[in-house]
């Protein structure tokens, strides 16, 4: 079945923009992407859009829909009725490049702030050795495709942008998470202890565990529950709880 | 280039550099429903709650005892044949003696996870939903006082496991008729039976439990007993917002039973 279907697109850049109405033939089983890429061939061709794979894995064509943060790739027509209008602006929390294409570096100089995986002392690598079961919380982690979904819509930087250079974001908060309950990072043995750092150097304090980050993740990854909570909680850890700093103090802790 | 308008405000989604759209969020779901159920709800048993705390009256009729009252700590309590009426704050006590517990149950679902992202979105809009934007014009979270009082939670959450015990033995002494006598139960048995399980559930599946019963190890394959632990938890832990509710609809319920029972509302059915 094809109909013709409404959509509003954002055209512009950073000097300014708007809104532009379309009209646009929509397929069976057609994604909000296909669609843009008929604008693109039909209607607008100068449209920006930046995507690669379309299959919902490489998190390039993230954007909004219906002012929802959504990958276009994995976002079915079908969940539209006909006569519904489509609104498709870019990411609102970051610059605007042109069109549908922002400019995501705050994300970039977020990872590089977060101090890489440390090995443990003696395991070269090729020899690390693990259990599964001891490695699998951070594997869930792994499966985040960089779309950065989660970082639009965090209020904490998309209402506030003063708050960017102090708030890492849940991607990135997770990615600490990650390391800080991989079985086999040594960073402790050089004085980093992670947890605290979160806290400290990379802004946790400033998450409110509202979970919009869980809610948009395509990959359905549960960053709230299984990273940024077990990361607040680790914190505590370190920083609020007498009982496992006289712990620490008496003897040395290995979980 | 398009044209189009220019946003008033440079905050947030406003700010300048990123896409120039007038309104604050482009939704066309019901994204309010939520919150706003979430603060209806809450603000009813917030209402009932501070209204049957102050009442100081109808809050026994054996063997049942209301859990906003239990333990009984002061000397103005009613006398509970074998209850949890430990008078260990003495006379001077002339409030309700439910003020002397009920910090502990109500610090624990306060800084609950949950309940923090239901009164933060429902009460203080911060944000009221995804994508939507918040009205405030700053934000510090829970990097400051107060709210860096949040991460007291797992203390709450030792104290919320004592209150728990507590109305435990409760729902125990619920199995005796009026006259204390063993091997009976009625309608507010079950409803005390049904309420502690749902306590019991909620209290289990805290985050901070969860961390304490395993989350914190970096090897689980050291400790498996923990982790498997630390795996049932984790399937409450999935339900938290579930059990939070219906935990604190079912608290509502026996209290409320027990008001109309011991106000002569009506008498307790007995099965047996």
């Known amino acids: 079945m094809t109909h013709t279907a409404h959509f509003r697109v954002w055209r512009g850049d950073a000097d300014g923009g708007g809104l532009q109405d379309y009209d646009v033939e929509v397929n069976d089983g057609e994604v909000v992407l296909d669609i843009i890429h008929r604008l693109q061939a039909t209607q607008a061709a100068d449209l920006a859009v930046r995507w690669n794979c ?30 519904e209008t489509v609104t498709v602006t870019p990411l609102r929390a970051f610059p605007v490049i042109r069109d549908l294409v922002t400019d995501v ?21 090729g020899e690390y050795r693990m259990q599964q079961v001891d490695v699998e919380r951070s594997q869930e982690f792994r499966k985040c495709i960089e779309c950065f979904l989660c970082q639009d819509t965090c209020h904490v930087v998309r209402d506030h942008e003063e708050n960017k250079p102090a708030f890492a974001g849940p991607r990135f908060l997770m990615r600490i998470a990650e390391l800080d309950m991989h079985p086999l990072d040594a960073a402790a043995d050089q004085g980093l ?11 946790l304090g400033y998450c409110n565990i509202t ?8 990959e359905h990854i549960k960053i709230t529950d299984n990273a940024l909570i077990p990361l607040k909680e680790r914190a505590v850890d370190r920083k609020y709880d007498p009982l496992v700093w006289l712990g620490n103090k008496i003897r040395r802790r290995e979980g | 280039m398009a044209t189009g308008t220019t946003p008033s405000s440079d905050r947030g989604v406003f700010t300048p550099g990123r896409a120039a759209i007038t309104a604050r969020h ?9 919150p706003l159920v979430s603060a209806i709800a809450l603000t009813i048993f917030v209402v009932y709650a501070t209204w049957r705390a102050f009442a100081n009256g109808d809050y026994y009729s054996a063997p049942y005892v209301s859990p906003l009252y239990s333990p009984c700590l002061a000397s103005n309590c009613t006398d509970m044949n074998g209850g949890a009426d430990w008078h260990i704050f003495g006379s001077w006590w002339g409030l309700s003696p439910a003020l002397l517990v009920l910090v502990f149950p109500l610090g624990f679902r306060l800084t609950c996870y949950y309940y923090r992202k239901a009164y933060y979105r429902g009460f203080w809009l911060s944000p009221p939903a995804c994508a939507v934007a918040e009205p405030h014009a700053t934000y510090s979270g829970e990097t400051r006082f107060p709210l860096i009082l949040q991460n007291v939670h797992r203390y709450f959450f030792y104290l919320a496991l004592v209150v728990a015990a507590i109305l435990t033995y409760d729902v125990v002494l619920a199995f005796r008729d009026r006259d204390g006598n063993w091997g009976h139960a009625g309608l507010g048995t079950l409803v005390f039976v049904v309420n502690i399980a749902l306590i019991w559930a909620y ?16 090897h689980f394959s050291a400790h498996p007993v923990r982790y498997r632990l630390w795996g049932w938890v984790g399937v409450l832990n999935g339900r938290h ?23 002569g509302a009506f008498d307790d059915p007995r099965f047996f």
């Open chain 1, 54 to 83: 379309k299959a919902g894995k490489c998190g390039s064509c993230s954007a909004e829909v219906n002012g929802r943060p959504r990958l276009m790739c994995m976002t079915r027509m079908s969940v539209f009725q006909p006569e």
């Open chain 1, 105 to 125: 570096s705050f994300n970039y100089a977020k990872a590089r702030q977060v101090p890489a995986f440390v090995p443990p002392k003696g395991v070269a690598a």
């Open chain 1, 193 to 203: 202890t992670r947890a605290a750092s979160a806290q400290e150097d990379h802004g």
């Open chain 1, 211 to 218: 979970k919009c980050c869980t809610e948009v993740c395509p």
């Open chain 2, 26 to 34: 482009l939704r066309t779901d019901k994204w309010w429903l939520s």
């Open chain 2, 203 to 218: 209290t289990l599946s805290c985050h901070s439990c969860r961390h304490i019963i395993g989350g914190k190890l970096r």
């Open chain 2, 241 to 263: 917002m579930l059990l939070a509710w219906s935990s604190l609809v079912s608290v509502g319920l026996a209290d409320l039973y027990v008001y109309l029972v011991a106000s």
